[in-house]
């Protein structure tokens, strides 16, 4: 079936009420369906009380309110007839007093009952007047009604335009104070029905819906992509892991998109109940955040359905890459290809490079904004000839696929090498022992950053940082096994699911070295002292780490010529590595027969012996054996 394709948002529900009045539109858990004809009514309706209350088409409205139909519903009368503005009804009071701030909201949505909340004590702080959403029990999801004050005399009523500004997002600030992204109607269409066709959406298919409706994933790349090619949306209240299979028997839905740790709350709840579900999916969808192959590999053996990952940004209303659905070529890593738009990658100096070749990922298109609002500094630096630096590192091999590396600013620089996060994650993700794994970047005094991990162990599994970083070892080069593991709890993470690595930076950056804890045995001091010789410190503490202290690749080479004149034995660099800490080093060595070390004096002799030997060869010309080149 062929629908009319609409410029803007009103248009949209109105085209689909006349093509398809009876369909379902959305479904929500404990209500009646929704049918097109009786969405656009809604939304109509909810349009007509705001003109009413005096909100206009460039007034900013903020939503409040948890997820569920009613959200939806009220999302696209809003976007429809003013300018939307989404908020997780989670943050805190501040948070809400800067947001409404900034957007100049003229009013702020929330549910019947919810004053003293932190958003109305925002709202009346700034004097913003405060609507709420009334919903009735056994009314169709979605169905509700405005109820306040006006904020103004009754607002003129103008035809929309494709260029009006329907939505006001902010970044997920993952790596700087979230930016303010205004789309139109003309953004948000573009790429919704860029995302219905790499999807191959179609009026009988239903989306399970998971996600929150503050962000650019729920917003566009569901429930949007889903209304523009006449499919249907189940919008349940929030995400449930273990409610979710329970969703998947009632609504019969054909395809759900998440992020990865949404998709590893699937897992688990499958694992803890034992329940299959049946094969009814056609796709997967994950998106927000990098998916493990391990994760990808579970999720298609319990579905029984292909998963295709795929890469979008708030700039862009959603959905920039992804790769294809069978039979295309859905390539291990990539975030597939351009889902209609242009995507390149650029050199610091704005020039493009060629495949295979690492960059900042940019792009361009009738989705992507024309800039943040009230930010010149930000554009300026963000926009290049008409494209958008995302932020983002990445490459396009030879057939245009996107391999997305990290952000720029979480990319690690270890004394020159960079390291990517994403593929420290990645060689972690088979750990059995290991939830969940992020990569991120400590300082460091003489290589600039080092990398570090921090751990969240499964349920019941004890974790050890020396065994961590040796599974790392098996996997990656030296520069990038971490230096440092923290075992901890859980990630910090933004609404969307994203990992805040800066946030891991702040947490377990040093803040100065402590009371030492001493040395105990007779290998331990000796070990601390050509530490100490080889670092310019004071004698270490037992429980230092070598890192933390300065140490770098080329003092670890230093260190292992020392032991091996102290101890009289090899100590290898690749031992040094994994055990950073002098009682590890010390425990490592005495458990591998080095417990009884040769006496110093008897280490001094075979040292001068060493040495008096290379000089003789040096002063004939020899070269010097291999192994002891200056």
Not at 201 to 218: E, I, Q, S, Y
Not at 332 to 339: A, K
Not at 449 to 474: C, I, K, L, N, Y
Not at 499 to 504: M, N
């Amino acid at each position: 079936m062929r629908l009319t394709p609409s410029r803007h948002l009103r248009e949209l529900v109105v085209s689909l009420a006349r093509e398809r009045p009876d369909a379902v539109a959305l479904c929500a858990p404990g209500r009646p369906d929704l049918s097109f004809a009786a969405l656009a009514e809604q939304v109509l309706a909810t349009g007509e009380r705001l003109r009413e209350l005096g909100v206009g088409p460039a007034d900013a409205v903020a939503l409040a309110l948890p997820s569920g139909p009613a959200l939806a519903t009220t999302f696209l009368a809003v976007a429809g007839h003013a300018r939307c503005v989404p908020l997780n009804p989670a943050h805190a009071a501040g948070e809400f007093t800067d947001y409404l701030r900034r957007t100049a909201a003229r009013a702020l949505v929330v549910p019947a009952g919810a004053a003293g909340t932190a958003a109305t004590a925002a709202a009346r702080e700034l004097g913003v007047r405060t609507l709420e959403l009334v919903t009735r029990p056994g009314d169709p999801a979605g169905v509700a009604a405005l109820v306040g004050q006006a904020v103004d005399r009754p607002a003129s009523d103008r035809p929309g335009h494709p260029d009006d500004i329907a939505l006001l997002l902010f970044t997920s600030g993952t790596i700087a104070r979230p930016r303010m992204v205004p789309l139109t109607h003309t953004n948000l269409l573009t790429a919704a029905g860029n995302t219905g066709r790499a999807l191959r959406l179609a009026p009988d298919d239903r989306c399970l819906n998971v996600m929150p409706l503050f962000h650019a994933h729920g917003l566009t790349s569901t429930l949007l992509a889903s209304l523009v090619r006449g499919a249907s949306v189940v919008c349940p209240p929030g995400f449930d892991a273990d409610a979710f299979f329970d969703q998947l028997d009632e609504f019969s839905p054909t395809w759900y998109t998440a992020v990865p740790a949404m998709h590893r709350a699937v897992l688990d709840a499958a694992a803890g109940t034992g329940r299959r579900p049946e094969p009814r999916l056609r796709f997967i969808r994950s998106a927000s955040a990098p998916l493990p192959d391990t994760v990808l590999d579970r999720l298609e053996r319990l579905f029984a359905a292909p998963v295709v990952e795929g890469y979008g940004m708030t700039e862009a209303a959603s959905l920039v890459t992804c790769n294809p659905l069978p039979p295309g070529d859905r390539r291990r890593g990539s975030v597939g290809l351009p889902v209609g738009e242009p995507v390149r990658v650029l050199d610091p100096a704005g020039r493009p490079v060629p495949a295979g070749t690492p960059g900042e990922i940019a792009i361009r298109g009738a989705n992507v904004t024309a800039g943040y609002a009230d930010d010149p500094e930000a554009n300026a630096a963000a926009f290049t000839d008409g494209w958008l630096r995302t932020g983002d590192h990445g490459y396009l091999d030879e057939d245009g696929y996107l391999f997305v590396v990290g952000r720029v600013k979480e990319i690690i620089n270890r004394g020159g090498s960079k390291v990517s996060p994403a593929e420290v994650d990645q060689a972690l993700a088979g750990h059995p022992d290991l939830a969940e794994a992020a990569a991120f970047a400590l300082p460091h005094p003489t290589l600039g950053e080092d990398v570090a991990v921090a751990v969240v162990p499964r349920a019941g599994a004890t974790v050890r940082e020396q065994e961590v970083r040796e599974f790392a070892a098996r996997r990656l080069i030296a520069h990038k096994v971490p230096g440092r593991v923290f075992v901890v709890t859980a990630l910090p993470r933004n609404a969307t699911g994203k990992v805040q690595r800066l946030r891991l930076t702040e947490r377990h950056t040093p803040a100065g070295r402590g009371p030492a804890v001493a040395t105990g045995t007779d290998l331990e001091r000796r070990i601390a002292a050509v530490w100490a010789a080889v670092l310019g410190t004071d004698r270490p503490g037992a429980t230092e780490n070598f890192f933390d202290l300065g140490g770098d690749s080329l003092r670890l080479a230093q260190v292992a010529e020392r032991l091996r004149a102290e101890l009289g034995r090899e100590v290898p660099v690749p031992v040094l590595l994994m055990h950073p800490t002098v009682r590890g080093l010390a425990e490592h060595l005495s458990r591998d027969g080095a417990a009884d070390p040769p006496p110093a004096a008897e280490q001094r002799r075979r040292q001068d012996g060493r040495d008096r030997l290379l000089r003789q060869r040096r002063s004939h010309g020899a070269a010097a054996p291999a192994g002891e080149a200056g």
